[in-house]
């Protein structure tokens, strides 16, 4: 199949999907028209997967990293409030990726994760290269004018919160250097979260959550649409990297309490088990694409309890003392060094 082959048919199965009547071109001219509201702002995210980078080829099945494309993007979206509403994808593919079923196996999940959150793909683009997959997921949404929630309006005082659960996907990624790969079915399909008690079960659980992240979109539409959160930041490096980032844009610090940071369940009775560190995990580890958020008091009481099935947990409280990330476990308090996960400063 050529290229202009499978835009038409991209362009056939978005069509028939029709989430938005404000797209005024989409797929097939030489850029995308959306029609503008008064009082609203576009909010606009680009995220870039290289492989062996971003992801290994031989443990990615197709399926599960046109998810994560989308995915990895949802996420900043809801880290600003905002809704989702259209996306573009440009792949960059050698020639023999181009020629097996990579393709449709990728854009069957970015689909898939699309209709679950009504997200138009509305254009894209394909080009060749010489060796390695590239991906550039752009998402574009909405958030009512001035409602944007944004790193650096944190207050001391505030509480802290995260959604969800954390060190899951890093211990996914450990488990995939280790040789672990998900199981065909995975691949092919959608599996619920297993809740069975096997050591399988566990590795494949952790596999997911590194392989198909949930980004926290109904909590990022509810934060930013109900004015709950005064600051967000989704955890993407890592809660140690990202609480700093979200200090340092704020101007202030942070006191957390060890005890509270929600740690994945399949983290702790794995690698409990596996000389892995799961608080390491879940303070250092990076991609579980959670939501890492500030509440004043006044707002605490109005915050729902669960959001799509995901808990939040208040883990600490902003304080004023500039970029001094403090932890405390039992009667110890210590610097929390930021961790997470840098491109240019790997530690192999
Ligand atoms: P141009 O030469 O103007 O860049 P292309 O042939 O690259 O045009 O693209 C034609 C149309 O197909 C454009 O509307 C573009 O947005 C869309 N398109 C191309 N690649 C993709 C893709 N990967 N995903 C979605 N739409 C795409
Ligand atoms: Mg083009």
């Known amino acids: 199949m050529n290229e202009f082959d499978f835009i038409r048919r991209l362009r056939e199965q978005t069509r028939s999907r029709k989430h938005s009547s404000r797209l005024v071109t989409g797929i097939g001219d030489d850029a995308t028209v959306i029609s503008q509201l008064a009082g609203r702002a576009a909010v606009v995210t680009t995220d870039l997967l290289a492989e062996g980078i971003d992801f290994y080829r031989d443990a990615t099945p197709p399926r599960l990293l046109g998810h994560k494309a989308l995915a990895v993007s949802l996420s900043d979206i809801a880290a600003m409030g905002a809704r989702p509403l259209w996306s573009l994808v440009s792949i960059g593919l050698p020639d023999d990726v181009w020629r097996d079923t990579f393709k449709d196996e990728f854009f069957e999940g970015y689909l898939t994760l699309a209709d679950e959150y009504g997200v138009t793909l509305a254009g894209g683009d394909v080009s060749r290269t010489v060796e390695q997959i590239v991906i550039d997921s752009i998402l574009l949404g909405e958030v009512s004018s001035g409602a944007a929630v944004l790193r650096s309006t944190a207050q001391p005082g505030d509480h802290i919160y995260v959604t969800g659960a954390l060190g899951g996907s890093a211990a996914g990624l450990k488990l995939i250097e280790m040789g672990a790969r998900i199981s065909r079915q995975e691949a092919v399909g959608r599996r619920q979260e297993n809740a069975g008690r096997s050591d399988e079960d566990a590795i494949?659980?952790?596999?997911?959550?590194?392989?198909?992240?949930?980004?926290?979109?109904?909590?990022?539409?509810?934060?930013?649409?109900?004015?709950?959160?005064?600051?967000?930041?989704?955890?993407?490096?890592?809660?140690?990297?990202?609480?700093?980032?979200?200090?340092?844009?704020?101007?202030?610090?942070?006191?957390?309490?060890?005890?509270?940071?929600?740690?994945?369940?399949?983290?702790?009775?794995?690698?409990?088990?596996?000389?892995?560190?799961?608080?390491?995990?879940?303070?250092?580890?990076?991609?579980?694409?959670?939501?890492?958020?500030?509440?004043?008091?006044?707002?605490?009481?109005?915050?729902?309890?669960?959001?799509?099935?995901?808990?939040?947990?208040?883990?600490?409280?902003?304080?004023?003392?500039?970029?001094?990330?403090?932890?405390?476990?039992?009667?110890?308090?210590?610097?929390?060094?930021?961790?997470?996960?840098?491109?240019?400063?790997?530690?192999?």
């Open 204 to 348: 494949e659980n952790l596999l997911l959550r590194h392989l198909r992240p949930s980004p926290r979109v109904g909590w990022g539409i509810v934060l930013g649409e109900e004015l709950l959160a005064s600051a967000m930041i989704d955890i993407s490096d890592g809660l140690s990297s990202d609480i700093a980032h979200l200090c340092h844009e704020s101007n202030a610090g942070a006191l957390i309490q060890s005890a509270r940071i929600p740690i994945d369940k399949d983290v702790t009775t794995l690698c409990g088990r596996r000389a892995l560190d799961p608080l390491a995990l879940s303070l250092h580890g990076g991609e579980d694409f959670e939501l890492l958020f500030t509440v004043h008091p006044d707002n605490v009481a109005r915050l729902p309890k669960r959001v799509d099935g995901a808990p939040i947990s208040c883990i600490g409280e902003i304080t004023n003392e500039a970029g001094v990330i403090l932890i405390a476990e039992k009667n110890r308090v210590w610097n929390l060094e930021p961790q997470g996960y840098e491109h240019f400063n790997r530690r192999v």
